[in-house]
C-alpha cells in the first residue's frame, strides 16, 4: 500500500535555529499536503503542494515539492517557541483518502 | 461555525463492551476518515468514506467498523473492544477537489479511548 516515510521523528533545537522535516512517497503524488499539530491539539491544515517543484512560503515557513512529486519538506526560518509540536505531511494519490507521515516532532528550546 | 465533532471526548471501557464513537461536520464534506494516533506511529488510518454508503478499509481497520447513512455522519463502531484499541482517535472531513484530490482535511477534537 501507500507508503510515507518522514524524518526526522524528533528534532530538539534552541530558539532562532533553523528546522527541516522531509517527507517521502512510494508513489507518485497528486498533491501533498502538511499539518501542525500542537501539544494535546488535533492536527491543522498548513498548506497544500499540487505542482511539480512548487515552493510556497508562509513567513518563516517554506514547503517545498519535488519534481517527481514523490518528495516534500517543510522549512521553519528562527524557530520560536510558539513553533512547538508535531509537523505531518499527508499524501494524496487522489485515489484514496488521505495517508499521513509518522511525524516529527519539534521541541524549542528557549 | 465550521466543524467535525467528536464524541465522546474522553472514554474508558472495559475489554469487550461494544462502544460507539460519533462523528459528525457541517461542511457538506464528501470524504470522511477516522485514524488513530499512537507514540512514534503517526496517524494511521482505520476506514475512510468517499460518499454516502461508500466505505473502504484503511491501513489498520482490524477490530473496527464505520457506517456511512449520512453524508454528516460517519461513526466509529468497536464490536469488541480490546485493550490494544486503546489510543487517541480522529475523524477527519474533506471535500473533494478537481480530479478526486482532497481538499483540506478538518479534524475534530479528538477521542481518547482506554480499553482496560
Known amino acids: 500500500g501507500q507508503q510515507v516515510m518522514q524524518i526526522p521523528q524528533y528534532q530538539h533545537v534552541q530558539e532562532g535555529e533553523d528546522f527541516t522535516t522531509y517527507c517521502n512517497s512510494s508513489?507518485?503524488?497528486?498533491?501533498i499536503q502538511w499539518y501542525k499539530q500542537r501539544p494535546g491539539g488535533h492536527p491543522v491544515f498548513l498548506i497544500q503542494?499540487?505542482?511539480?517543484?512548487e515552493v510556497k512560503k508562509q513567513k518563516r515557513l517554506t514547503f517545498q515539492f519535488g519534481e517527481a512529486k514523490k518528495n516534500s519538506s517543510l522549512h521553519i526560518t528562527a524557530t520560536q517557541t510558539t513553533d512547538v509540536g508535531t509537523y505531518f505531511c499527508a499524501a494524496d494519490t487522489g485515489r484514496r483518502a488521505l495517508t499521513f507521515g509518522s511525524g516529527t516532532r519539534l521541541q524549542v528550546q528557549p | 461555525e465550521a466543524q467535525v465533532t467528536q464524541n465522546p471526548r474522553y472514554l474508558i471501557t472495559v475489554t469487550g463492551k461494544k462502544l460507539t464513537v460519533t462523528c459528525s461536520q457541517n461542511m457538506n464534506h464528501e470524504y470522511m476518515s477516522w485514524y488513530r494516533q499512537d507514540p512514534g506511529l503517526g496517524l494511521r488510518q482505520i476506514y475512510y468514506s468517499m460518499n454516502v454508503e461508500v466505505t473502504d478499509k484503511g491501513d489498520v481497520p482490524e477490530g473496527y467498523k464505520v457506517s456511512r447513512k449520512e453524508k454528516r455522519n460517519f461513526p466509529l463502531i468497536l464490536e469488541s473492544p480490546s485493550p490494544n484499541q486503546t489510543s487517541l482517535y480522529f475523524c477527519a472531513s474533506s471535500s473533494k477537489g478537481r480530479g478526486g484530490d482532497n481538499t483540506e482535511a478538518f479534524f475534530g477534537q479528538g477521542t481518547r479511548l482506554t480499553v482496560v
Open positions: 508513489t507518485t503524488l497528486s498533491n
Open positions: 503542494l499540487v505542482k511539480s517543484g
